[in-house]
């Protein structure tokens, strides 16, 4: 039952987010005039305030178009499609100061290189998600670094260490590394990589895939008291607001 209640929450927060690399190319619909409006061009990041401030759509046409959709003008984000209820058209970016400062000066988080503010480095950004109702960068998915040796696939970096994001780089909380998130259905120790470290630095392969294990485990009770915390402050603050009856 744990294991299901686990699963179900899991799923609940990865369907309120949208990877950004899956924006562009997306059709934006008009719901007041049933109408497409064009194709998603790129996203306008908002690095300073990690959240997603337009979509630049392309209409199309000979001459390509650009139009630029502000993130509160956005009704849906779906699987499929963006809808957008503003009666008024996608305005030109000449007309969004802000905006076009952000076009101009584009957030190029894929590629960036990730460190925290010890001096540790994290990797590369290989993708980052947004919260499909609010924009909000969620969290970056970040590959090889200090734990390339250990696994194979992504780890998930939870947006609120984000401290600042630079042309070519970002810089998180050194308290990240507490909160390492791996994607369950990439996860997989690399004890071949293991094995190597092993014969050059003399430790046993056992003992290191015992390192791993118990990594893991510290994760996942981590995350058990997590939800087993919030439970209990569930619980308290109903009880308070039942009546007493004297």
């Known amino acids: 039952m744990a294991n299901l209640t686990k699963d179900l929450e899991q799923r609940s927060e990865l369907s309120c987010e949208i990877s950004a690399i899956d924006l562009p190319d997306m059709q934006v ?13 790129d996203a306008v990041i908002d690095a300073r305030d990690k959240r997603l401030l ?8 000979w001459y390509h178009d650009v ?17 957008v209820d503003e009666k008024q058209p996608p305005k030109y970016p000449v007309n969004l100061p802000r905006i076009v400062e952000y076009m101009r000066r584009p957030c190029n988080l894929v590629g960036a ?11 590369r950004v290989e993708g980052f998600y947004l919260n499909r109702e609010t924009g909000d960068i969620t969290r970056l998915e970040i590959a090889g670094g200090v734990f390339s040796w250990l696994w194979a696939g992504k780890i998930a970096v939870p947006a609120q260490y984000i401290q600042t994001v630079g042309e070519d780089s970002v810089v998180v909380d050194a308290a990240v590394f507490s909160d390492l998130r791996v994607s369950a259905g990439l996860l997989k120790v690399n004890f071949a990589a293991m094995a190597e470290l092993a014969e050059h630095g003399g430790e046993n392969v056992n003992r290191l895939r015992q390192r791993a294990t ?20 569930e619980i308290a603050a109903k009880a308070e607001e039942l009546p007493v009856n004297l």
């Open 29 to 41: 619909y008009s719901l007041n005039e049933a109408t497409v409006i064009g194709r998603v061009k």
């Open 67 to 83: 139009r630029v959709i502000p993130a509160g003008k956005i009704h849906t984000i779906g699987d499929d499609v963006i809808t």
């Open 113 to 123: 290189h990730i460190v925290s503010d010890d001096g540790r480095s994290l990797g």
């Open 214 to 233: 118990q990594s893991l485990k510290a994760l996942q009770e981590k995350r058990r008291r997590e939800r087993e915390q919030a439970a209990a402050a």
């Open 54 to 61: 337009a979509l630049a759509v392309d209409k199309g046409g």
